[in-house]
């Protein structure tokens, strides 16, 4: 079992920026990707961005040149920084990892962000 630690999330206004960030124990072997989902009201969860064990980066389109996923000053660490946040970017983030060596997925248990005027 891996428990995920996710802080940064918040409400701004159209235009701003948010960081988030997640922490897994840094005793946690065989990470093989660490990303961000998001779920709004009424719709499915999504990707957004991860970060893969050799350093590939992936993104939604949605957040293509908005968002930057990169890994934190800590073993087993990500942030998420998010320019230019738009209404739409309004939803539940959840952190997820997978490990190398295991079939299934962990989750964070979500941080709420929320662009408003």
């Known amino acids: 079992q891996v428990q995920l630690v996710e802080s940064g999330g918040g409400s701004v206004q159209p235009g701003e920026s948010l960081r988030l960030s997640c922490a897994a124990p840094?005793?946690?072997?065989?990470?093989?990707?660490m990303g961000w989902y998001r779920q709004a009201p009424g719709k499915q969860r999504e990707l957004v961005a991860y970060?893969?064990?050799?350093?590939?980066?992936i993104y939604a389109d949605s957040v293509k040149g908005r968002f930057t996923i990169s890994r934190g000053d800590v073993k087993n660490m990500v942030l998420l920084q998010m320019n230019s946040l738009k209404p739409e970017d309004t939803a539940v983030y959840y952190c997820?990892?997978?490990?190398?060596?295991?079939?299934?997925?962990?989750w964070g248990e979500g941080t709420l962000v929320t662009v408003s005027s």
């Open positions: 970060i893969t064990r050799g350093d590939r980066t």
């Open positions: 997820h990892l997978d490990l190398v060596f295991e079939t299934v997925a962990y």
């Open positions: 840094r005793s946690t072997r065989g990470v093989n990707t």
